[in-house]
């Protein structure tokens, strides 16, 4: 299995806002962007949606600024919201779950109290569960928990502030395999956690970056997914160099992840 990390330094920091065109890896047609306002997001929203293309991970951060990835057709009734109080998402919540719906992606930005969500649901059957607002010993703790129940997690994320970090996380009944989780950590501890995992055949599968851009949390599973990579790019210049190196060898995002200008992002063919 092929395992690759990297933390790429970059001088200027900045954000990619150039929409990719229509790629396809595996077969999978995607379609990709980074660095969109909240205006030009909506409009490639209803443009991609009218061609066919579902959101798979959507992640906001300081601005709003907003980074997603679409895949064509697959999967069934979703729904997504972008630029929600965090009043608005419980609500947002409470109504989609009424209606057979369950957050599959969540991403928050700002300050805890007063961040700013964005999610996907999509109508699933399975049994889960989700919170926000949880500092690091919580978000552990109910790792911890979901384990010992039966449940993985999905989707991760990290909001407030360097000094006061918030987690929201998705967790899904679990089809059974072992997985960790890790927070709080720097690059380097990033990568040695990551290094010591991918070495017993584990991958991530979620990466979220903390305010401030110097700490991640991750998800990690045993799937037999193959090849993959993982990559952390300090600027939007570098991600949008790394995209297109990785999509000309037939490799697409399936989650990007960004806050302060730093690029969380995994690779599959």
């Known amino acids: 299995m092929k395992r690759m990390f990297a933390a790429v330094a970059a001088v200027a920091m900045g954000t990619c ?40 991970t959507v992640s906001v951060s300081e601005g709003p600024s907003y980074a997603a990835v679409w895949v064509k057709g697959g999967g069934g009734a979703w729904i997504s919201r972008s630029g929600m109080s965090e009043a608005g998402f419980r609500a947002r919540f409470d109504d989609y779950l009424a209606q057979g719906y369950q957050p599959t992606s969540v991403s928050a930005t700002g300050p805890a109290g007063r961040a700013t969500f964005t999610a996907l649901w ?19 703790a109910y790792n911890r928990k979901a384990y010992e129940d039966g449940y993985v997690p999905v989707s991760i994320d990290v909001y407030g502030t360097s000094s006061d970090p918030r987690y929201v996380a998705v967790w899904r009944q679990s089809q059974g395999g072992g997985w960790y989780f890790s927070y709080g950590k720097s690059s380097a501890a990033h990568k040695k956690f990551f290094d010591e995992r991918t070495a017993e055949g584990f991958r991530p599968t979620a990466v979220a970056v903390a305010p401030g851009g110097a700490r991640f949390a991750a998800i990690y599973r045993k799937d037999g997914v193959r090849p993959w990579y993982h990559y952390i790019d300090t600027s939007g210049s570098a991600y949008q160099r ?28």
């Open 17 to 56: 806002g150039v929409a990719a065109p229509a790629h396809a890896a595996m077969g999978v047609a995607f379609r990709a962007y980074s660095g969109a306002s909240e205006s030009t997001h909506q409009a490639r929203f209803e443009s991609l949606s009218r061609q066919g293309y579902r959101p798979i």
């Open 122 to 140: 999509e109508k699933r059957s399975e049994r889960f569960f989700s919170r926000m607002g949880l500092t690091g010993t919580q978000f552990a």
């Open 242 to 269: 790394r995209f297109d190196s990785l999509v000309a060898r037939g490799l697409r995002p399936v989650q990007v992840n960004v806050e302060d200008g730093v690029y969380a992002s995994v690779w599959v063919s």
